[in-house]
């Protein structure tokens, strides 16, 4: 089994309330409101894909690269914890 199908629930749901926040921003557009209201639901939804790509990532470093948690190799070990650290710092 994949990691991506175990977590199916979950990533799903992040999904479907990305779906949710596209549609808010479609509805602010259609109504012409202003576009301060407008940026800040784009940015809403800019922090949920960077959120949900964080963890893509995470999972397929953990599953096909190095898991940080098991791997024996300390460097290595290191190596990836500061990946995905840096991957969560940056796509914050």
């Known amino acids: ?7 199916k629930a979950k990533l ?3 999904v479907r309330r990305l779906k949710g926040q596209a549609e808010a921003v479609e ?3 259609e109504e012409e409101r202003g576009c301060a209201d407008v940026l800040m639901l784009v940015a809403s939804m800019r922090g949920a894909i960077n ?4 963890e893509l990532m995470e999972d397929h470093i953990r599953h ?14 290191s190596g990836a ?3 995905i650290e840096v991957l969560r710092t940056y796509l914050k």
Request: glycine residues 6%; proline residues 6%.
């Open 1 to 7: 089994m994949g990691h991506t199908i175990k977590d």
């Open 12 to 14: 799903l749901a992040r």
């Open 27 to 29: 509805r602010a557009l």
């Open 51 to 54: 959120g949900l790509t964080v």
């Open 64 to 77: 096909h690269i190095v898991n940080p948690d098991s791997d024996q190799d300390p460097a290595r070990a």
């Open 81 to 83: 914890k500061e990946l």
